[in-house]
């Protein structure tokens, strides 16, 4: 996976918008970071419930790491791209999408589904 294949699936969920965060891309929703990418090292990562990111990195070790020190151990999570699949980074992002987008956003979504 290239990094701009990570940009687009990230900015194809709903009301997200890219902004920048130090100096690398990030991705909102509702003004929340859910999502970053570093393109020059070659990793993304997603903000995830430990669960979450417990069930990824078992699933795809090779692809999806904790994030070293206090914001890994809250669940943030690297995206190796290299090694990466769309439709599991897809599902990820989608996680890490509804963790962050406000409420009312999630109850149009169960409202009226895609």
Do not use: Y
Not at 48 to 61: D, G, N, R
Not at 94 to 105: F, G
């Amino acid at each position: 996976m290239t990094a701009d294949t990570f940009r687009k699936l990230a900015l194809g969920l709903p009301e997200t918008s890219e902004g920048a965060h130090m100096d690398h891309p990030d991705f909102r929703v509702g003004g929340k970071i859910f999502a970053t990418l570093w393109p020059d090292a070659g990793w993304g990562m997603v903000k995830l419930t430990v669960e979450q990111q417990l069930a990824f990195c078992t699933i795809e070790p090779a692809v999806f790491q904790p994030v070293q020190g206090g914001w890994g151990r809250r669940g943030a999570t690297k995206v190796i791209l290299q090694r990466a699949r769309p439709r599991l980074v897809r599902n990820a992002l989608l996680a890490a999408w509804k963790n962050t987008a406000p409420k009312r956003l999630l109850r149009q979504l169960e409202d009226h589904p895609a």
